[in-house]
Nanobody, 119 residues
Framework: VQLVESGGGLVQPGGSLRLSCAAS????????MSWYRQAPGKERELVAA????????NYADSVKGRFTISRDNAKNTIYLQMNSLKPEDTAVYYC?????????????WGQGTQVTVSS
């Protein structure tokens, strides 16, 4: 199982970035997918989530109206379009896949990609 994030980097306040997460090794279309982030000294927090078929999304209040999560089940990939970035968006962003099984839940994580918003 692999989740590989890409697209992070350094951007000025007000700028945009698009993160990608490519999945392999599991049945991607069965999994709800999410983006989390963790800033230095803070706990990991949920940023955005999308259901397995892509019919429903959810966002943290801090990113509503600025970030958009999407998925392409044909490419086994999810995306996070981040606009109007703020310094407080600086964090390592992680991709997560979650599915509920009969006996246990399944959770997979990527290695993370750094996003730094600074002038």
């Amino acid at each position: 199982v692999q989740l590989v994030e890409s697209g992070g980097g350094l951007v000025q306040p007000g700028g945009s970035l698009r993160l990608s997460c490519a999945a392999s090794g599991f049945t991607f279309s069965f999994y709800h997918m999410s983006w989390y982030r963790q800033a230095p000294g803070k706990e990991r927090e949920l940023v955005a989530a999308i259901t397995s078929a892509g019919g429903s999304t959810n966002y943290a209040d801090s990113v509503k109206g600025r970030f958009t999560i999407s998925r392409d089940n044909a490419k086994n990939t999810i995306y996070l379009q981040m606009n109007s970035l703020k310094p407080e968006d600086t964090a390592v962003y992680y991709c997560n896949g979650h599915a509920r099984g009969v006996l246990r839940d399944f959770d997979y994580w990527g290695q993370g990609t750094q996003v730094t918003v600074s002038s």
